[in-house]
C-alpha cells in the first residue's frame, strides 16, 4: 500500500504525465500504471481525484 501512496505522490507532482484513460478519452482523466495494478485519477487545477483502484485486468468502468 505504501507503493502505491508514493506512486500517488509523484502524480500529484506531474499529474499530466500519465497517459490518458483509453476506455474514456478524456484528458482530464489520467492513469498510473504500477503493476498489477491501475490508479485512476482526475487531474484538477490543485489536486488530483483518486477515482479508481483497479487490477489491470479491468476495465474502468466510466463516469457517472
Known amino acids: 500500500m505504501e507503493r ?5 505522490d509523484q502524480a ?3 499529474p499530466e504525465s500519465r497517459r ?3 476506455e474514456v478519452g478524456r484528458i482530464e ?3 498510473l500504471i504500477d503493476p498489477p495494478y491501475r490508479l485512476i485519477y482526475r487531474v484538477h487545477p490543485d489536486v488530483i481525484e ?6 489491470s ?3 474502468f468502468p466510466g463516469l457517472p
Request: with cysteine; charged share 15%; hydrophobic share 50%.
Open 20 to 22: 490518458v484513460v483509453p
Open 12 to 14: 500529484c507532482v506531474f
Open 57 to 59: 485486468r479491468q476495465q
Open 29 to 31: 482523466i489520467r492513469e
Open 50 to 55: 483518486l477515482l479508481s483502484v483497479l487490477h
Open 4 to 8: 502505491l501512496v508514493g506512486r500517488l
